[in-house]
């Protein structure tokens, strides 16, 4: 039985943990990481790793995003995890989408993003642009372009990212350790005893575990999303991250813009079944040329177990409007689980002066992580 002592003890080893880790330490103080798992297994790892900034909610949200994105930059420079792709291309296939994209664009949140017509098509190598060929351009009327986002894949990035926390930055981690309870500054867990002068739980969908007494009364309810990668044709490059109209029509970025609301209303009766399932097409790619393709949102107390082959069905057809590919083979398939709430992107829960409870309840956590962290921080150490 160890009994050592921290200024802060983190519970959980996603991105949420892992970014108050880094944000601890760059305040000089001395961490801990305790993880149930060997390595974490959450929706860390089951995420794309579409680091994004366009589309997420006005406000904290995006302010968070983009301090993320600029902290996942450095580090990855830092702990070696390649940036596999950069920029996001979302396609505009209704005349309502282009609404969207060109209102986007008069907010301060568009300022970097750019709109091309169908007409400017033709250009787009010329601007710099690689790739175009790999998708349907001509199935849209416009395409919003913005530079903010990249792609890391997660199920290494974030094992990189613990390993560069405990070797280069002194993060002690605990793996296969589960903390049962915590009286004060003194933890229980399942191998040890610990002491912290501050302790944050980042238990992610774990809502029934530690953390229940202090976030049950935000209602969370459990996302299950349906993920996919895909075998497509040799040679296939993608110029980018990809979305369309549904993802408009979705994200808080875009979809609180006035304008969103008949994009929304026409997407529900051309596509009711994508809404029932809550499919929007995102597509991005590894660095073996694979395709990461999802994803349905299905909301509820508990994580749906069974992954359906319809959703799987539409999500596929949906790719191949979107994507010129000839053939594909699914090689993987997983479903992975967010909590989720209406209320707000994120809640910091200040249960004492020495506890407080991080969870992202929006399904943004790899992109706002970071910004999450320093928020909590600047608030709490000052
Ligand atoms: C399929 C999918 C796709 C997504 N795509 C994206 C995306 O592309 N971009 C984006 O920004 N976001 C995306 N998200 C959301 C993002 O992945 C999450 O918001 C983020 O990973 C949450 O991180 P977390 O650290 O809170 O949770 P998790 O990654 O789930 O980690 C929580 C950890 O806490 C541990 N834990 C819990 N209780 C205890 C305990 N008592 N003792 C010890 N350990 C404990 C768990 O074992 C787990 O390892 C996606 C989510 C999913 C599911």
């Known amino acids: 039985m160890t009994n050592k002592n921290y200024d802060l003890l983190v519970v959980g080893s996603g991105i949420v943990g892992l970014a108050h880790a880094y944000?601890?330490?760059?305040?000089g103080l001395s961490v801990a990481i305790v993880e149930q798992n060997a390595s974490c297994t959450g929706a860390s790892i089951r995420n794309f790793g579409f680091v994004t900034v366009s589309g997420q909610s006005s406000r904290d949200t995006w302010r968070r995003a983009v301090y993320s994105a600029q902290v996942w930059r450095e580090?990855?420079?830092l702990a070696g995890i390649k940036i596999?792709?950069?920029?996001?291309?979302?396609?505009?296939?209704r005349p309502e989408a282009v609404e969207v994209a060109q209102a986007f664009l008069r907010t301060p949140m568009g300022a970097d993003c750019k709109y091309y017509p169908q007409a400017s098509y033709l250009n787009l190598e010329s601007l710099g642009f690689t790739n175009t060929g790999s998708l349907h351009?001509?199935?849209?009327?416009?395409?919003?372009y913005s530079p903010h986002e990249f792609r890391v894949e997660s199920k290494e990035a974030i094992p990189q990212l613990a390993s560069y926390l405990?070797?280069?930055?002194g993060v002690d981690f605990y793996w296969k350790t589960e903390v049962l309870?915590?009286?004060?500054?003194?933890?229980h867990t399942s191998n040890n005893r610990l002491n912290a002068e501050k302790i944050v739980m980042c238990p992610g969908a774990q809502l029934t575990g530690i953390a229940?007494?202090?976030i049950e009364k935000h209602d969370l309810k459990l996302c299950t999303l349906q993920m996919l990668r895909v075998k497509v044709q040799d040679g296939f490059v993608l110029p980018g991250s990809v979305m369309t109209d549904n993802s408009l029509a979705r994200y808080l970025g875009w979809s609180e813009l006035p304008e969103a609301k008949v994009l929304q209303d026409r997407i529900a009766k051309e596509m009711p079944e994508y809404i029932k399932e809550?499919?929007?097409?995102?597509?991005?790619?590894s660095a073996d040329g694979s395709l990461v393709v999802g994803d349905s949102h299905h909301y509820g107390s508990s994580e749906d177990v069974f992954a359906s082959e319809r959703i799987e069905k539409l999500i596929i057809e949906l790719m191949y409007r979107v994507l010129n590919i000839t053939e594909h083979a699914v090689v993987e398939r997983w479903t992975g689980v967010y909590p989720s709430t209406n209320a707000y992107d994120a809640l910091i829960e200040k249960v004492s002066s020495t506890m407080r409870v991080a969870i992202v309840s929006s399904g943004t956590g790899a992109s706002t992580a970071f910004g999450l962290a320093k928020d909590n921080f600047d608030e709490w150490l000052g």
């Open 23 to 27: 944000e601890a330490k760059k305040r």
């Open 75 to 77: 580090l990855a420079a």
């Open 84 to 93: 596999l792709h950069q920029g996001t291309w979302i396609l505009c296939q």
């Open 137 to 144: 351009l001509e199935n849209s009327l416009g395409l919003l």
């Open 166 to 169: 405990q070797n280069e930055m």
């Open 181 to 187: 309870s915590i009286e004060g500054t003194s933890v």
């Open 212 to 214: 229940k007494p202090y």
């Open 278 to 285: 809550g499919i929007h097409l995102i597509v991005v790619q």
